[in-house]
């Protein structure tokens, strides 16, 4: 399987459309992918939540059709990082789109954990409250962004519901980079899962983003790793891999907690 993972740079200056036909023909241009990953709110950028609400777009808004043309042109399966989505009937959510290379919506992600400590994401976004899963090229993606990587129970979540390949956007910043290496190789590890981890370059609204997005194999080795600036990485590696390594090491049968309600 190969995968590209699309690391821009989130500038101020730079129209949202603008940015929005850079980024599709970035993807346009890695037709033979597999699979392409874009970063979280890339049209915004994650921490200018100043302008989250007047960028809220509707999930078939100009994003979604952006990309769903992309990935069709590409041929590619598109994570496409995610948008300030509008609920026409509820809050704003910080939503991820996925992209079968027919241009189809194949799965939508609302993020569950916010950042913020009552402040930004956490109060201007609504909560997502369902894991997601989907199968493409040869293995099962489980679906998470940024703030999720801090927690782990969502990743078990995620392989109880047979994912083997775990996909996440973010916007993480560049003071806590120390902890994104730490905790997308401890992902990996304790799940015996690959992790794929696309985050942004630049600055969003006075923040440095961290860059150095992430492909980890299920054993916790670093398969390829990005630098600070605008990169795209590229890496091959074999989803047959996770079925190997959770039968010779097979730690996740030995779990005794979450599984079942406790005996009384």
Same mark, same amino acid.
């Given at each position: 399987?190969?995968?590209?993972?699309?690391?821009?740079g989130?500038?101020?200056?730079?129209s949202?459309?603008?940015?929005?036909?850079?980024?599709?023909?970035? %993807?346009?241009?890695? +037709? =033979?992918?597999? &699979? $392409?990953? !874009?970063?979280?709110?890339? #049209? /915004?950028?994650?921490? *200018?939540?100043?302008?989250?609400?007047?960028?809220?777009?509707?999930?078939?808004?100009?994003?979604?059709?952006?990309?769903?043309?992309?990935?069709?042109?590409?041929?590619?399966?598109?994570?496409?990082?995610?948008?300030?989505?509008?609920?026409?009937?509820?809050?704003?959510?910080?939503?991820?789109?996925?992209?079968?290379?027919?241009?189809?919506?194949?799965?939508?992600?609302?993020?569950?954990?916010?950042?913020?400590?009552?402040?930004?994401?956490? %109060?201007?976004?609504? +909560? =997502?409250?369902? &894991? $997601?899963? !989907?199968?493409?090229?040869? #293995? /099962?993606?489980?679906? *998470?962004?940024?703030?999720?990587l801090?927690?782990?129970?969502?990743?078990?979540g995620?392989?109880?519901?047979?994912?083997?390949?775990?996909?996440?956007?973010?916007?993480?910043?560049?003071?806590?980079?120390?902890?994104?290496?730490l905790l997308?190789?401890?992902?990996?590890?304790?799940?015996?899962?690959?992790?794929?981890?696309?985050?942004?370059?630049?600055?969003?609204?006075?923040?440095?983003q961290?860059?150095?997005?992430?492909?980890v194999?299920?054993?916790?080795?670093?398969?390829?790793?990005?630098?600070?600036?605008?990169?795209?990485?590229t890496?091959?590696?074999?989803? *047959?891999?996770v079925?190997?390594t959770?039968?010779?090491?097979?730690?996740?049968?030995?779990?005794?907690?979450?599984?079942?309600?406790?005996?009384?």
């Open positions: 399987m190969r995968a590209s993972l699309i690391q821009i989130v500038e101020e200056g730079e949202t459309d603008s940015r929005r036909r850079r980024v599709a023909s970035l %993807v346009r241009e890695q +037709a =033979g992918a597999d &699979l $392409v990953v !874009l970063p979280e709110l890339w #049209t /915004t950028g994650a921490f *200018a939540f100043e302008s989250f609400t007047t960028a809220a777009e509707p999930l078939e808004g100009p994003t979604y059709k952006a990309m769903a043309e992309a990935a069709r042109d590409a041929g590619v399966w598109l994570h496409a990082g995610s948008i300030p989505e509008r609920d026409p009937d509820g809050p704003l959510y910080n939503t991820s789109l996925v992209f079968s290379p027919s241009g189809d919506l194949a799965a939508a992600y609302r993020k569950i954990h916010r950042f913020g400590f009552d402040q930004g994401e956490a %109060v201007l976004m609504g +909560a =997502g409250s369902e &894991l $997601v899963t !989907l199968r493409l090229a040869g #293995t /099962t993606v489980g679906l *998470a962004t940024c703030y999720d801090r927690f782990p129970e969502l990743f078990r995620l392989v109880d519901a047979g994912a083997e390949t775990f996909v996440l956007s973010a916007g993480w910043p560049e003071r806590r980079r120390a902890h994104w290496t997308a190789r401890a992902r990996a590890v304790e799940n015996q899962a690959y992790v794929l981890a696309c985050g942004t370059a630049g600055t969003h609204a006075g923040v440095a961290a860059g150095h997005s992430i492909v194999d299920p054993w916790g080795e670093v398969l390829a790793e990005a630098g600070p600036g605008e990169e795209v990485l890496v091959e590696f074999d989803p *047959a891999r079925a190997a959770r039968e010779q090491f097979p730690a996740l049968k030995d779990r005794l907690l979450g599984l079942e309600p406790p005996r009384r």
